[in-house]
């Protein structure tokens, strides 16, 4: 297998990922990360379920291709629909998604059975987060909600607009009568909104609800992956690479 100084690969259908990339610069301070936004086919949410296992294959094959000790599915839909499959096509590097790690903690920490998930349509069809969350807590009631929105408002930097809080309103409304107190951010372009969210959050809930960023938790899980032994250098560095327009992506 790989040497412990080659690069962790980490892909996502556009920016978003790069919430996951800052966990884990993070907690892995001398390495080598390749980024991969697939903003050629963004947003992810609305596609068939067959075609994002065949844009992860690929990206995934990539980051094998240079020399990744790792890979992270940065991305709810596709590990939810294509992580056996990239397990398989990269055997044996290590494959991890964002939904198991985060599915897990959130089971066992809690402070109410009562959660949602914000994600996009393809990841609500799946029911990945609910299964999972209910196979490790199965008092647990889950509600997720399709946000499909909040992807295209990241994509162009309305992060803070009054579309985007009224998005927000929008998706948050049906958890708080449900009475949600934990929310999961089930995509990884939604930690853009917490301000939002937030904002919209106090207006709706009676007590603010604690949202939960999946790329703290993933972090955690690549660490039980690779060896503590030497790192890349005595500084990390990003190498990044996006499928639609670079001065879009800078």
């Known amino acids: 297998m790989t040497n412990s100084s080659a690069p962790i690969g980490v892909f996502d259908s556009g920016v978003g990922g790069l919430t996951v990339v800052s966990a884990l610069l993070d907690q892995f301070p001398n390495e080598l990360i390749i980024y991969v936004a697939d903003q050629f086919h963004v947003p992810y949410g609305g596609r068939p379920l067959d075609e994002i ?39 044996p590097l290590p494959v991890l998604g964002v939904i198991q790690a985060t599915a897990k903690q959130v089971a066992s ?68 009568n449900a009475g949600c107190e934990t929310i999961i951010l089930g995509c990884t372009h939604y930690p853009f909104l917490l301000p939002m969210l937030r904002k919209a959050a106090s207006e709706l809930f009676d007590i603010p609800p604690t949202f939960v960023d999946p790329a703290a938790h993933i972090g955690n899980a690549l660490r039980d992956h690779l060896a503590a032994t030497e790192k890349c250098g005595d500084r990390n560095h990003i190498k990044a690479y996006t499928t639609g327009d670079v001065e879009t992506f800078r």
């Open 53 to 91: 296992q065949t844009f992860a294959s690929g990206i995934s094959l990539f980051l094998a291709d240079q020399g990744c000790k790792a890979i992270i599915m940065a991305c709810n839909i596709s590990s939810a629909t294509a992580l056996p499959l990239v397990k398989d096509n990269v055997s």
């Open 109 to 176: 920490t809690s402070r109410s059975p009562r959660i949602g998930v914000l994600a996009t349509a393809g990841t609500v069809q799946t029911q990945a987060y609910s299964n999972l969350i209910k196979s490790e807590n199965d008092k647990a009631s889950v509600l997720e909600v399709a946000c499909p929105k909040f992807v295209p408002l990241v994509e162009s930097v309305q992060t803070e607009s009054v579309e985007s809080l009224l998005a927000c309103t929008e998706y948050l409304q049906p958890m708080a």
